[in-house]
């Protein structure tokens, strides 16, 4: 997947799932006012303010998930 085509549907959609290395993952809007990263067996990893910081700041299996975008599947 490229950049852009998961930021659009992170701006489009509520919650999704994607994966990277075989491990499913779910991004929520929690309350209209945060969102959440979630591993597949409903344990929250982080939760962030707007999409803009969970892009520049989530990290996923050790690494900043906008170094790693490119290898997420959705």
């Known amino acids: 997947m490229v950049k852009h085509e998961f930021i659009e549907?992170?701006?489009?959609?509520?919650?999704?799932?994607?994966?990277?290395?075989?491990?499913?993952?779910e991004v929520i809007w929690e309350s209209g006012t945060k969102r959440s990263i979630y591993l597949s067996t409903n344990e929250l990893l982080e939760s962030f303010s707007s999409?803009?910081?969970?892009?520049?700041?989530?990290?996923?299996?050790?690494?900043?998930?906008?170094?790693?975008i490119n290898d997420i599947k959705c």
């Not at 999409?51 to 790693?68: F, S």
């Open 9 to 25: 549907l992170l701006l489009i959609n509520e919650e999704f799932v994607f994966s990277y290395n075989g491990i499913e993952y």
């Open 51 to 68: 999409n803009e910081e969970l892009l520049e700041n989530a990290v996923i299996q050790g690494k900043k998930l906008k170094d790693i």
